[in-house]
């Protein structure tokens, strides 16, 4: 069951101009509402280029987009593509079929992938993160498991 958080409450969570991750953005609607909410800048990691076209194309400057899945290893892999992009998934899906048995898995496509900790320490430089909103389709072990030192240093 999903809960619906309000990004009003994220906001007073975390300081002005937050450092705030949003993984597996699919259109950037999150990301948007973040980043108005929070008032700062938001790192968006979408790996299917469908999906990576719509958020670009919402063309805000305080979008940061990154074209890859975070997961526990540094490279290319295979993601799982349906016929509801939000149910793309870099791994195999299961329950997920029994659950949404209209969600139909079609095809798979090369994407690439890297770690949180390779991220943040290539590019944030190692430095805190405020708030990290995720949405990994099942793959949420390989994303904990690739953030083992991040995770330390985030704060939600």
Known sequence: M????????????IPQGAMILDVGAYDGKDSVELAEACN?????FEPNPESYKKIMARDDARLTIWPYALGAFHGKCRMNVSNHPQSDSIKTPKLHKKLFPDVVYHDSIEINITTLDGWNHSVNKG????FIW???NGAEADFLIGGDETLKVTDF
């Open 40 to 44: 700062t800048m938001v790192n968006c």
């Open 2 to 13: 999903m809960t619906n958080i309000s990004k009003t409450y994220i906001s007073s969570l």
């Open 127 to 130: 430095a805190a993160i405020d």
């Open 134 to 136: 995720t949405d990994v």
